[in-house]
């Protein structure tokens, strides 16, 4: 069993910034990537941003250069979200793969304010 926990969420201004954090515990063995993923209402659910064991991450355009992800160790990772609008506005998701074993968090509040 792999837990993911979201932290960080939030309500700013349009322009401002908010941390998100997730840590994962449990059967954890070998992490292939972990990323964040968000769902706005009405909207399906969509990949923000991802980093993989190796490092290497990528990006969806409408975040590149605002957001910023990265691992602070093999089971926590962070997304540093700059410079955030209104339709950045979601319920945001942590997300590990394992084994090809896809797990999810329960996911965290992101509304900004116009």
């Known amino acids: 069993q792999v837990q993911l926990v979201e932290s960080g969420g939030g309500l700013v201004q349009a322009g401002g910034s908010l941390r998100l954090s997730c840590a994962a515990s449990g059967s954890i063995f070998s992490i292939q990537a972990m990323g964040w993923y968000r769902q706005a209402p009405g909207k399906q659910r969509e990949l923000v941003a991802t980093i993989t064991s190796g490092g290497n991450t990528n990006y969806t355009d409408s975040v590149k250069g605002r957001f910023t992800i990265s691992r602070n160790n093999a089971k926590k990772i962070n997304l540093q979200m700059n410079s955030l609008k209104p339709e950045d506005t979601a319920v945001y998701y942590c997300?590990?793969?394992?084994?090809?074993?896809?797990?999810w968090g329960q996911g965290t509040q992101v509304t900004v304010s116009s």
């Open positions: 997300n590990l793969v394992q084994w090809g074993i896809t797990y």
